[in-house]
């Protein structure tokens, strides 16, 4: 069965590097994950999506090793705002959507 | 518009009542997702569409949840005969046409009490 699992929570202070990673054992050659930000009472939000290697945007990087049977999402220089949960998402075989169950980041002062 | 509109924001409902749901995807988008966010955090994918056609329902509780997307009509999800344990926030969201796996956008949810 299909299982997309990642952290229920992490703790940072401000302006520190945080790398939440996800386990996607299941994960098959054309799948891609992707990963979402949510605030209290807020959809989820897109932050990077990646198949393989790395992917670097504005926000965040996607760092995916050569077995593809997980992924971390790097948060460069965290800030206060970036408390929320983190969600990572694969479409599995390209049609079974698994959300993790989240990862509750609380960022410190 | 450029932000998916769910509503309503809030619906209480007795056991049994029947609750619909409304979602407004961004403009030119051609997949619509409902998902079911129970205990705070875990997400539940229920359907799609491209357009107007089911993509993938494999989430749907058929017996009790159905759901449209029409040309020209907000989507909608129906639960007929709620019951308690369908108490949750209902997201809709939109992607573009280039690919269902791309980005997408959600809705600011609309949360079900069943009473």
């Known amino acids: 069965l299909a299982k997309t699992t990642q952290p229920i929570s992490m703790d940072s202070y401000e302006g520190q590097e945080v790398n939440i990673t996800c386990s996607h054992n299941?994960?098959?050659?054309?799948?891609?994950i992707t990963w979402y930000q949510q605030f209290p009472s807020q959809g989820p939000r897109f932050i990077i999506q990646?198949?393989?290697t790395k992917v670097t945007n504005e926000v965040a990087s996607l760092f995916i090793p050569a077995d593809r049977k997980s992924s971390t999402l790097s948060l460069p220089r965290v800030s206060l705002s970036d408390t929320a949960v983190y969600y990572c998402?694969?479409?599995?075989?390209?049609?079974?959507?698994?959300f993790g169950a989240g990862t509750r980041l609380t960022v410190k002062p | 518009g450029e932000e998916v509109a769910q509503t309503p924001k809030h619906l209480v409902r007795g056991e049994g009542q029947k609750a619909k749901l409304y979602c407004a995807p961004i403009?030119?988008?051609?997949?619509v997702f409902w998902y079911q966010q129970v205990l705070k955090n875990e997400f539940k994918f229920l359907i799609s569409?491209?357009?107007?056609?089911?993509?993938?329902e494999t989430g749907m509780p058929k017996e009790r949840f159905s759901a449209k997307c029409l040309p020209n009509s907000p989507c909608s999800l129906e639960i007929q005969a709620t019951k308690l344990e369908d108490s949750a926030v209902y997201f809709c969201?939109?992607?573009?046409?280039?690919?269902?796996?791309?980005?997408?956008?959600f809705g600011p949810g609309t949360r079900l009490t069943v009473l």
């Open positions: 990646g198949y393989k």
């Open positions: 299941n994960i098959a050659t054309n799948d891609y």
């Open positions: 569409f491209q357009n107007e056609n089911v993509f993938d």
């Open positions: 998402l694969v479409a599995y075989n390209n049609n079974d959507m698994r």
């Open positions: 969201a939109s992607s573009q046409s280039q690919g269902y796996f791309n980005e997408q956008f």
């Open positions: 403009k030119g988008h051609s997949y």
